[in-house]
């Protein structure tokens, strides 16, 4: 197997979707293979394009049927990479990218080895407490900006650490690190 894995972790709010959106929008031959959740969908996400959506009882479902690459529970839902998907692209020389809570990224390291490449994202608490709240992220706040304390904690667990606070300059600093790595030339959309 000779496929990249890039996971981006951070707090709510530190940029992770954003700097992924860019990056697909701009190299189609980075893949994003949404993750399933149990989590309520927000009003601007469609299913299948962040994640797919779905509930307990079908989540477990898929827990037995051996279906994702690993899960985590995060701020009161659950989370799991499907198996399938990140094989296949992971038997070619494919590159995939994804945000990830940090026992995510732990088990991807553990799984994958040198395939994965873990880089932190990280942002000032007063900037993510605005944009959380620009998001409309009220209930589970607090959960979130502890959770991100914690992160913050191991943050030399990583390869490496990009600060969003300019996100055009986050975005250079995250194509400095991976860009070695994107066969072929951007996208023209
Ligand atoms: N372990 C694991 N964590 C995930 C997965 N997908 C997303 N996460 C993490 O779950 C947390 C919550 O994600 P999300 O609901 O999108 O909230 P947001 O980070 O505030 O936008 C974040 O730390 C994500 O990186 C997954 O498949 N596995
Ligand atoms: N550098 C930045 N400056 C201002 N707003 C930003 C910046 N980066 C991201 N945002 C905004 O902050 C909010 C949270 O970003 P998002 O990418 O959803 O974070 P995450 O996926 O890490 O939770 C979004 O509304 C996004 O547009």
Redesign the pocket.
């Known amino acids: 197997m000779s496929g990249k894995i890039i996971l981006l972790i ?1 707090g ?7 700097l992924i959106k860019r990056l697909r929008h701009e190299y189609e031959r980075v893949r994003f293979i949404p993750s399933v959740t149990t989590r309520p969908k927000r009003p601007t996400e469609h299913d299948g394009e962040s994640y797919h959506f779905v509930d307990v009882k079908t989540f477990q479902q898929l827990i037995q049927e051996n279906g994702f690459i690993e899960y985590a529970h995060v701020h009161r839902a659950w989370y799991g990479t499907p198996r399938q998907a990140y094989e296949e692209i992971l038997a070619t020389d494919g590159i995939v990218i994804k ?1 990830i809570d940090p026992k995510g990224a732990a088990a991807f390291k553990t799984l994958f080895a040198d395939q994965v490449i873990t880089i932190f ?1 990280s942002v000032p608490p007063d900037l993510m407490k605005e ?1 959380l709240l ?2 409309g992220d009220t209930p589970e706040f607090e959960a979130r900006l502890v959770d991100y304390a914690d992160a913050w904690k191991d943050r030399d667990h990583y390869d490496y650490m990009i600060e ?4 055009e300059q ?1 975005y250079v600093d995250l194509l400095g690190i991976i860009s070695a790595y994107i066969p072929g030339q951007p996208s023209e959309s």
């Open positions: 951070g709510s709010g530190s940029g992770k979707s954003s945000d994202v944009r620009m998001r969003n606070i300019d996100f986050a």
